[in-house]
């Protein structure tokens, strides 16, 4: 997911659980509980609060950190990253096109009221009208139909086998509305607050500043430990971290990694560190000017300096991209040996600007252009980033500004597919597949409004070995296709990677959160371990 828009061993795991769901089969798992202090209170700082609690509508990491307390999906990601039963207490495949999820009894929404298959009917049908304008809408385009088969049974009919489906139900393009609240087109605001069948409440929320939420007495699963908690927007980095000194905050996400060793030096904090999975990339629009020329976009990859953007921005703590999946993300397609070996073939743009002039030498515009690049201000590393960039860029003859916004306007005006030239994006997934990045960045069904596809990049051969590899649940075959999208995606430039960064969080060294995962924007991360020490 959009950014503001370990693992190994997790991974091997989850995976085996995706091949035994994708052949057949029923899940259920009991919540555990243990008795805990309550906490009255915490307050919890974020890089952003976004003008909008509607997920569809604000699809980004810090939506999500927010929703995924008052929100949850049939399904949920384990702290293993795994799958396991939420708001269902058991799925099923009955055969590679059909899903059933049975529903738990006893599920409420946050005002009481009981949670329904009518409510599941009405989410996913909600993502997939094309009038709603759901920025989750392409998790939901292999669906045929979805329908209540019994009162606490919900089926869903794909229209073809599709292995990443699975994971839908479970990150934030699977968390339940309530049906009713769907049809007001206020939801999201603070006249219409959404409400979930999570462990936690929305009492208040002022946009971009900030959002109350109260533990639920009456929440199907473990008892919340915090009692309220609150979410206050800090934009500024140093004014968060000087908040955490004086603890007028008790943690935070989305840490700089830069930043990291300032706040390991704060004597009452503790900092959590996990690789990320995430990516961050420059978009070229391919379908218009000047980025619809091969030699221009060869240009910008070779003018961007992964190695030494690593080493300022990341101090070492993630690496240089040389495509766009992190290596980690193919764990059960192929082994880590196997993804260097691989990734050591494909076309690469190592930093030469030598080579950048003569690229751009050879395109239709030799004498460079002028350009102006969008970056969010709230992101720890794109305005750093576009800054190296840009300064690359007007020494090979291409001049280069940023344009620093707000990140709920830079996002809005990225899904808006308008004027999109170049972009400087971070992405981070919503579930741990090979064929995740891909399908978002390279398909030609994303390509779209509100799709993610930025590079309006369309392949056909491309589009085809996407489809192998969303329907074929066998990990050679689905390796195979992904070989075939990575080569003509590193040929044709379709978009330039950058960095994999490592993911970071502080805490009050008072408390503990043994929960965080990669995933922490998409799971009820303050019952995930959450309590004092």
Do not use: C
Not at 311 to 330: C, D, F, Q, S, V
Request: hydrophobic share 45%.
């Amino acid at each position: 997911m959009e950014k503001g828009f370990t693992r190994r061993s997790a991974m091997i795991n989850w995976v085996a659980l995706t091949a035994a769901f994708v052949i057949t089969g029923a899940f259920a798992i009991a919540p555990s509980a243990k008795a805990e202090e309550q906490i009255e209170s915490i307050t919890w700082a974020l890089p952003s609060i976004p003008d909008t609690l509607f997920v569809p509508h604000a699809w980004t990491t810090y939506t999500g950190a927010i929703m995924s307390l008052v929100q949850e999906g049939p399904l949920a990601f384990g702290d293993d990253l795994a799958l396991e039963p939420a708001s269902a207490d058991k799925w099923e495949q009955i055969d590679p096109t059909t899903i059933k999820y049975h529903l738990r009894s006893g599920v409420k929404f946050g005002d009481g009221s009981p949670f329904t298959a009518d409510d599941i009917l009405a989410t996913f049908k909600y993502h997939m009208n094309p009038a709603s304008g759901s920025q989750l809408a392409s998790f939901y385009s292999s669906v045929a139909t979805v329908e209540a088969t019994a009162p606490d049974e919900v089926t869903v009919k794909l229209k073809a086998p599709n292995v990443q489906f699975a994971y839908t139900a479970a990150h934030m393009a699977g968390f339940v509305f309530k049906k009713e609240q769907l049809a007001d087109k206020n939801i999201g605001t603070p006249e219409v607050l959404p409400l979930g069948t999570g462990p936690y409440k929305l009492v208040e929320f002022v946009p971009t500043d900030h959002v109350i939420l109260e533990a639920r007495d009456d929440y199907w699963g473990p008892k919340p430990v915090v009692k309220r908690i609150t979410f206050q927007a800090i934009p500024d980095r140093q004014a968060r971290l000087l908040a955490m000194q004086s603890g007028d905050i008790d943690g935070t996400f989305d840490l700089a990694i830069s930043d990291v060793d300032q706040w390991r030096a704060l004597s009452n904090v503790d900092i959590v560190t996990k690789p990320s999975l995430g990516v961050f990339a420059l978009t070229l629009d391919h379908s218009t000017p000047p980025f619809d020329d091969i030699h221009v976009r060869r240009a910008v990859a070779y003018a961007v300096d992964r190695e030494g953007l690593v080493k300022a921005l990341l101090k070492g703590n993630g690496e240089a991209a040389t495509a766009l999946n992190p290596p980690e993300i193919w764990s059960g397609v192929l082994t880590p040996d196997e993804v260097r070996a691989f990734y050591a073939t494909l076309p690469s743009y190592p930093f030469d600007l030598t080579k950048a002039k003569a690229e751009l030498a050879q395109s239709g515009h030799p004498d460079g252009f002028d350009i102006t690049i969008p970056a969010s201000t709230d992101d720890p590393y794109m305005v750093n980033i576009m800054q190296s960039v840009v300064e690359n860029l007007k020494q090979i003859g291409i001049r280069a500004s940023i344009q620093q916004m707000d990140n709920n306007t830079w996002l809005a005006q990225y899904f808006r597919h308008e004027n999109l030239g170049m972009q400087i994006s971070a992405y981070y997934p919503d579930f741990a597949d090979a064929a995740n990045y891909p399908y978002l960045f390279f398909s030609s069904a994303t390509a779209v409004k509100e799709g993610m596809n930025a590079s309006n990049f369309k392949n056909d051969e491309v589009d085809a070995f996407l489809k192998i590899a969303n329907e074929n649940a066998d990990p050679k075959a689905r390796a195979d296709a992904l070989k075939g999208v990575f080569k003509i995606a590193n040929e044709d430039v379709s978009l330039v990677p950058i960095f994999w960064p490592a993911s970071a969080m502080a805490i009050n060294n008072k408390y503990r959160l043994t929960g965080y995962t990669a995933f922490w924007y998409s799971i009820p991360w303050a019952i995930r371990g959450f309590g004092l020490k």
